[in-house]
């Protein structure tokens, strides 16, 4: 069993910036590719970036690239979501998941996932 814990959401300014945090607990960590997914009123679920079990490759929704950057450090079972320039729109749920296969993880098929960290941005 993993269990993901998300932090570091909050209430920001439009331009202002994020760290987000999901801790995993277990030793496997390094196992899963990890992803960010993000969920606003109303809307359906969608995908914000991913990163590989090294953290080799990552990739990024087209919405988000070259705002936010996505990391690991497996020796700490964490992964890292740090969102700059933020946009009204980034308003949401933010989860971290984690899946043993990369394309499971980008079809959204995790094999665990957090409760989430609401990241709230003002114009």
């Known amino acids: 069993q993993v269990q993901l814990v998300e932090s570091g959401g909050g209430l920001v300014q439009a331009g202002g910036s994020l760290r987000l945090s999901c801790v995993a607990s277990?030793?496997?960590?390094?196992?899963?590719?990890m992803g960010w997914f993000r969920q606003a009123p109303g809307k359906e679920r969608e995908f914000v970036a991913a990163?590989?079990?090294?953290?080799?490759?990552?990739l990024y929704a087209d919405s988000v690239k070259g705002r936010f950057t996505i990391s690991r450090d497996n020796a700490k079972n964490t992964v890292y979501l740090e969102l700059n320039s933020l946009k009204p729109e980034d308003t949401a749920v933010y989860y971290c998941?984690?899946?043993?296969?990369?394309?499971?993880?980008?079809?959204?098929?995790?094999?665990?996932w957090g409760q989430g960290t609401q990241v709230t941005v003002s114009s």
């Open positions: 990163v590989s079990w090294t953290g080799g490759n990552t």
């Open positions: 277990g030793r496997t960590f390094s196992m899963y590719a």
């Open positions: 998941a984690a899946s043993l296969s990369w394309r499971e993880l980008l079809q959204e098929r995790f094999d665990y």
